[in-house]
């Protein structure tokens, strides 16, 4: 991919009420910082330059590459296919754990060793014969006029979309997006509000909207729970969480248990305990949840998908890669049960 160093550094970003004073009231996500004159959000991806807020973030990515789209992770949307991967540095939370913390800590500004446009990107995305483009890494909320941009084009191109997201955004915007995306993976770190603040800066209850939204416009959705001991192990929080998906619908939403290992400011917490996550898989089979995946602990076979009706292998997966695959037009090859999903 060729760099474009002549690319304009600043774009005006969306979402945006003026204030007196100068100041500038983002409306991107429920932060909603004010922003004074010449300081940027908790993002440190939007800055108020006279009285305007700019996006710092946009044709201004710090990684860009090709994952396995079982890395993301998505196990039910297109298994074994390739995706055109990217971030730019920047975040709305401020997660103790981030295992990103050196990109998702800064700011854009930061990291200007890359200028590509969307129309790059996209490009690259048709060079290397990838039918999928990501956005990830970091939150790709902060980079949101870039994502969206891109996202026009690639659909232009008949290329999807996914963000690996944490649901952090306001409705409006979210509305918006939700057109040009065809799966999401949200990161849904726990299910208490005052160990969300505690663990993100962030609150639950606007993931759940997200959920709810992203449901509702059809896009395919996986969730990821990272399992982190003292925040959120307790059995009775995973209990309430589960329920709470599965009285709203998403019973067929596969759920991905993570195994935490010690990373920026927990790093004096151990790795999860491998019971933890046995008993977190259990708790939401329990619940009535169809689809439950353990990552992080290759030697549990975790990330294997069963049928629900038969309890046949349908795709074996070893790492990032996929082995085997026994799903046929949608359904078990053994039974033909529907397995939700999007399949190739």
Known sequence: MKENNNANQYKIALYQEKKEGGKVR??????????????????????????????????????VSIDPIEKKPLFHFYPGENILSLATAGCNFHCL??????????????????????????QAAVSYRTKMIAFTYTEPTIFYEYMYDIAVLAHQKGIKTVIVSN????????????????????DLKCFNDDVYRKLTTGSL???????????????WLEITNLIIPTYNDDHQMIRNMCEWLVENG????????????????????PPTPESVLIEAKKIAENAGIKYVYIG????????????PACHELLIARRGFYVTENNIVDGKCAFCGENIPGRWG
Not at 39 to 57: D, E, M, P, Q
Not at 102 to 114: G, M, T
Not at 297 to 302: A, D, F, I, R
Request: glycine letters at 4%.
């Open 205 to 219: 209850h606007p993931i759940l909207s997200t959920l709810k939204t992203l449901k509702d416009n059809d896009i």
């Open 296 to 307: 992080n602990m290759p030697q549990l076979n975790g990330e294997n998908t069963y049928c």
């Open 167 to 186: 649901g952090f955004i306001n409705q409006e915007p979210l509305n918006d997006l939700c057109p040009l995306l065809d799966a999401a993976n949200i």
């Open 250 to 269: 998403f019973a067929e939403t596969p759920l991905h248990f993570s195994r935490f290992f010690p990373a920026y400011k927990l790093q004096h917490l």
């Open 26 to 63: 983002c409306r991107l996500c429920p932060h909603n910082c004010l922003i004074s004159e010449g300081k940027s959000g908790v993002c440190h991806a939007r800055k108020n330059i006279g009285g305007t807020l700019y996006t710092l973030a946009y044709n201004n990515p710090c990684s």
């Open 97 to 122: 754990n981030c295992q990103n913390w050196q990109i998702s800590q800064a700011s854009p500004e930061d990291f200007e060793q890359y200028r590509f446009t969307p129309e790059e990107i996209v």
